[in-house]
């Protein structure tokens, strides 16, 4: 299905509307470069909103993950008391994570 994803109907582009081309994770490990980088990008917020930033699929994410054998942290761990404020600063942390790590390359 996602092969012929660019002669598929409009409407069923709603569904997956991020990193369904097959170049989609070339492109992102060749964006996040290195291990590290990702393990410290993956401290910035869940994983739901990193895929939103760089623009690729939740399956296309864990595969990089994987490769590097990075486990992700558990699934409430965004929900704790202590990191009900990370929405707030998301934005602004990912902007000078993207300035320090990443460059122009995203």
């Keep these: 299905m996602m092969e012929s994803y660019e002669n598929s109907m409009e409407r069923k582009r709603e569904c997956y ?3 369904t081309n097959r170049n989609a994770y070339a492109i ?17 917020g869940p994983i739901s909103r990193l895929i939103k930033n760089f623009g690729v699929s939740f399956e296309t994410f864990k ?3 994987k490769e590097w054998n990075i486990g992700s942290l558990p699934s409430n761990y965004w929900k704790r008391s ?4 990370w929405e707030k600063e998301f934005e602004n942390n990912f902007r000078n ?3 320090k790590y990443l460059g122009d390359t995203f």
Excluded: R, S, T, V
């Design 82 to 85: 202590e990191n009900m404020n």
């Design 63 to 65: 595969k990089l993950c």
């Design 28 to 44: 992102l490990k060749d964006n996040i470069q290195n291990k590290k980088i990702l393990e410290n990008l993956l401290l910035l």
């Design 97 to 99: 994570f993207k300035q």
């Design 17 to 19: 509307p991020m990193g």
